[in-house]
């Protein structure tokens, strides 16, 4: 399942599963492809699947320049082009949410479907950008053992911080994992994305929408104004989840993502 592709200069690691019509999962900051392993294995029966890690994250190359939106779109187009994947549900949570946005501006026709998962359309305020430019340097200095304990309070509700230490290691786990230039790329990357809110109206695909109602990084009014946006778009709120939604409450993920896709097809 898993494989390597060279694409634009850079080797791109990605799952591959399944057979049929193609969703594509893009993950977020600072993660990596496995945080999708189950949504992988719910639908890899009725869809074919793949998942790669993006630039600078998991075991896809790291580059030093910032990772833009942009770029990580662009590795995508061509990792479809090298898989001879034409059009796929193009599916993001939080990072993963810009790249796909990103993805749609430039290749519209590509995308089947959008699912856009605890993310929003806005680009980042000055603070923002101060902030992010701010732990880039902290990473590189220090690596990610201080942005995993700085991050993992915002990232995950606090009932599954309390109650669910399975998936408290998991999401750390990955964020020690990735490579602290990668990550710095990422936030830089992040940092000068495009405000998207613009195009939301000209998405004329079927889209869901998907945030938790505990998510306090992108929370449930950015989803709520995206929905309102985006011409008859779906939008869920699952209760008692973060903002990673997939792996804190993934049986009610993997139930949306099923009705979603199922309706593609009526």
Excluded: C
């Excluded at 060279?6 to 999962?25: H, K, Q």
């Excluded at 959008?114 to 340097?137: K, P, S, V, W, Y």
Aim: aromatic share 4%; glycine share 6%; no cysteine.
């Amino acid at each position: 399942m898993s494989k390597r592709a060279r694409v634009r200069g850079i080797e791109v690691a990605y799952d591959d599963a399944g057979a049929g019509a193609a969703v594509v999962f893009l993950h977020g900051f600072p993660f990596d492809r496995s945080m999708w392993r189950e949504q992988v294995e719910s639908l890899r029966g009725a869809w074919r699947v793949v998942a790669p890690d993006l630039r600078g994250h998991g075991e896809t190359s790291v580059t030093d320049a910032p990772a833009t939106m942009e770029e990580m779109a662009e590795d995508l187009a061509a990792l479809l082009d090298e898989l001879e994947i034409e059009r796929a549900v193009v599916a993001g949570l939080s990072m993963g949410g810009y790249v796909a946005l990103a993805f749609f501006r430039k290749h519209a026709r590509r995308v089947r479907a959008l699912i856009l998962a605890d993310t929003r359309a806005q680009a980042d305020t000055d603070e923002a950008r101060r902030t992010r430019e701010e732990t880039a340097g902290r990473t590189l200095r220090d690596g990610m053992e201080a942005i995993a304990d700085a991050m993992l309070p915002k990232l995950l509700a606090t009932a599954t911080r309390q109650k669910d230490s399975e998936v408290t290691t998991r999401v750390r786990e990955m964020i020690l994992r990735t490579n602290p230039r990668g990550a710095a790329a990422a936030l830089r990357g992040m940092a000068v994305r495009r405000d998207q809110t613009e195009m939301l109206p000209e998405i004329d695909v079927p889209t869901l929408i998907v945030v938790g109602s505990d998510d306090v990084i992108t929370p449930p009014s950015n989803a709520e104004e995206m929905h309102a946006l985006i011409k008859g778009s779906r939008l869920l709120k699952i209760e008692g989840a973060g903002h990673v939604s997939n792996l804190e409450r993934p049986a009610e993920f993997n139930r949306a993502l099923e009705e979603f896709l199922s309706s593609l097809d009526e």
